[in-house]
């Protein structure tokens, strides 16, 4: 009986080392895949990654620089998709997924999903939480919501620790009360009489 145990604790131990070098190797090849996204060979570092998720299917992180890819530089929206959603899947842990998941939804103007979206990725504790309040912001400015947009900015502003940042995010605030005044200044232009009466 105690030979059998140890027999299969052997085995399992075995079995462990095998996945996590398995795994390790996945990790320097996706390193690999990083350093030749950001020298410019994107032929190079897609091959790279379809060969970690041929090894690993459940690497998230891989399929995560794959959305990127076919995002920014094939343009195939829907294949972008497809592998940020297998990022989040695999990977729940990996803060780069949701900010550009966020940054994909953003670009196409899904701002119901997106929404969704941002209120899951706020109660990841990886995620960075002023990122995430600026594109709360942007997505309402956009939608010519300034008030709560300049809500939103303030909380990014306050969360974050880096001065330039924070200029972008006073910018911002700016920009927000600017249209504001406009948007007033305009209704009561249009509100006078014989003006165009249809202004909203």
């Not at 940054?103 to 002023?130: C, G, M, Q, T, W």
């Not at 880096?162 to 406009?182: A, G, V, W």
């Not at 509100?191 to 165009?196: A, H, R, W």
Request: with cysteine; charged share 25%.
């Amino acid at each position: 009986m105690d030979s059998n145990g140890l027999s299969n604790n052997f085995n399992h131990s075995q079995n462990e080392d095998v996945l996590d070098r398995g795994y390790l190797e996945c990790e320097e090849m996706f390193a690999k895949a990083d350093e030749l996204i950001k020298e410019g060979d994107i032929t190079g570092a897609v091959e790279t990654l379809f060969k970690i998720t041929q090894r690993n299917p459940q690497f998230g992180k891989a399929y995560n620089h794959l959305g990127w890819v076919y995002e920014n530089k094939y343009k195939n929206y829907s294949k972008a998709e497809e592998f940020y959603k297998k990022a989040l899947q695999y990977a729940p842990e990996y803060p780069a997924s949701y900010l550009n998941y966020t940054y994909f939804l953003s670009n196409l103007s899904r701002y119901d999903e997106l929404k969704h979206h941002l209120d899951k990725s706020l109660i990841i504790p990886s995620v960075a939480k002023e990122t995430l309040y600026n594109e709360y912001a942007i997505m309402l400015e956009m939608q010519q919501k300034q008030q709560e947009a300049m809500d939103f900015y303030v909380k990014a502003a306050m969360t974050t620790l880096d001065s330039t940042k924070l200029t972008l995010y006073k910018e911002s605030i700016e920009r927000c009360k600017q249209k504001l005044e406009l948007k007033n200044s305009l209704g009561e232009y249009y509100s006078s009489p014989g003006n165009y009466q249809d202004y909203k």
